[in-house]
């Protein structure tokens, strides 16, 4: 089996799961006019974020992705080089097809509220950096930008799932214990404890202000600082994903 055929392997394996995601946002989107039907002239109305339910869902996709795609190939005679390039063309394929499809959508939504004052339908992007293109929205230069700052969301997204499942993968049954009880207990109660009695709340506001520097908030509303972020941070996934997978062993 080259590339190619695990690359169409692997796709096939979303054939159910992506039109049935659609469908539901679909769905959700045929209740706006019914939602807005109600609504008088003092009320108002804001949607969208369907870009969000994508991103989660490529994690989840990347979460599934491993296991048994693994144990198939091995047994097949297929090389971890060659299932590891076939997933991050994977990757390539749905985050960008997702993330045009979701551009329609947002288009078709705003195609419904067009002429309804009180009614507004943006994507996440347009939210959080509405002060880059003020005065000139729906720009044909926010449009590519955020259209390629999803991609990379969403590539993101998927290779973090891919990486934590094979991660898991990896580790024996005392260190997937450890992992699952330990981190969450350590984010959750642990630091929150330490940063609020010792640090006197300095951690979460650095992490704050780190993540508004990542985001590019903190530098004219970037959208390019965050992409570079999502690049150094994708590279760092499949990097460490390739070192795990490539010594991973078929488990029963």
Do not use: H
């Not at 997933?87 to 939504?109: A, D, H, K």
């Not at 903190?218 to 150094?232: F, K, Q, R, T």
């Amino acid at each position: 089996m080259n590339i190619k055929s695990a690359l169409k392997y692997q796709i096939a394996d979303g054939r159910v799961s992506i039109p049935v995601f659609y469908l539901v946002i679909f769905c959700l989107m045929a209740l706006i006019p019914i939602s807005s039907s109600g609504m008088g002239p003092e009320d108002s109305m804001s949607i969208g974020g369907f870009e969000i339910a994508t991103i989660i869902f490529l994690f989840v996709v990347g979460l599934n992705s491993f296991r048994e795609t693994f144990r198939m190939m091995i047994q097949n005679g297929v090389s971890r080089k060659t299932m590891f390039v076939s997933f991050l063309l994977l990757t390539l394929v749905l985050s960008v097809g997702m993330s045009c499809i979701n551009e329609v959508l947002l288009w078709i939504g705003k195609a419904f509220t067009a002429g309804k004052g009180n009614i507004t339908f943006q994507s996440v992007f347009e939210q959080m950096y509405a002060p880059r293109y003020m005065g000139n929205p729906d720009s044909i230069q926010m449009i590519a930008e955020g259209l390629l700052f999803t991609i990379l969301a969403c590539a993101v997204a998927m290779m973090l799932g891919y990486f934590i499942t094979i991660m898991y993968y990896r580790l024996n049954k005392v260190g997937k214990i450890a992992v699952s009880v330990g981190v969450p207990a350590i984010l959750i109660i642990g630091l929150p404890i330490f940063d609020a009695v010792v640090t006197g709340g300095m951690i979460y506001r650095a992490l704050g202000q780190l993540t508004l520097f990542i985001m590019g908030i903190l530098n004219g509303y970037n959208p390019y600082y965050a992409m570079v972020s999502a690049l150094i941070a994708f590279a760092v996934l499949a990097g460490l994903s390739w070192m795990l997978a490539r010594r991973a062993v078929v488990k029963d």
